[in-house]
């Protein structure tokens, strides 16, 4: 994988991702950020080692297969948007876990050479009712190649420290 240096794609939030916390996230709020180029070498190198199929590791049999070429594997895909949510979107200083994620889908192959960004909105944000010093919040997140077709989808959650409650 080939990284950049990855940034805000338009306006971001107010507060940096080093001093943000469950408060800063406002339902319907939209950020993107990005972005990572996937080489054809990070492809075969990934697969090799977590997804030995064949339309992820050996571009020959890849060209004759349902996708006519070498595609990433989805959970490569997956990992590229760890990347950015974790630079980028969830706090630094307030995140404390995920209890999971919701409606994860890959809709596109990413090939060789895409550049992959996200774009996150806040589908809700709640304060625990058990544990008044967090909140939950779901995110839709999207994976966009360069040509903005998306790629990958999910809803993530995370339990962050709320900033009145420290």
Known sequence: ????STHAIGPDFDTPVE???FEDYVPGSTYTYGSITVTEQAILRFAGEFDPQDIHTDPEAA???????????GWHTASV???????????KVASLASPGIDEL?????????DSLSIRTTVRSARPSRSKP???LVHTD???L???GETVLTLTAMNLLLRRDQR
């Open 81 to 91: 948007m760890m990347r950015l949510y974790a630079d980028h979107y969830v706090s």
């Open 145 to 147: 190649q360069q040509h």
């Open 19 to 21: 001093k943000r916390y």
């Open 133 to 135: 010093v967090r909140g």
């Open 105 to 113: 889908r890959w809709p596109r192959p990413v090939r060789p050479g």
């Open 63 to 73: 060209a004759t297969g349902p996708f006519d070429g070498l595609i990433a594997s």
């Open 141 to 143: 997140v999207e994976v």
């Open 1 to 4: 994988m080939t990284t950049s």
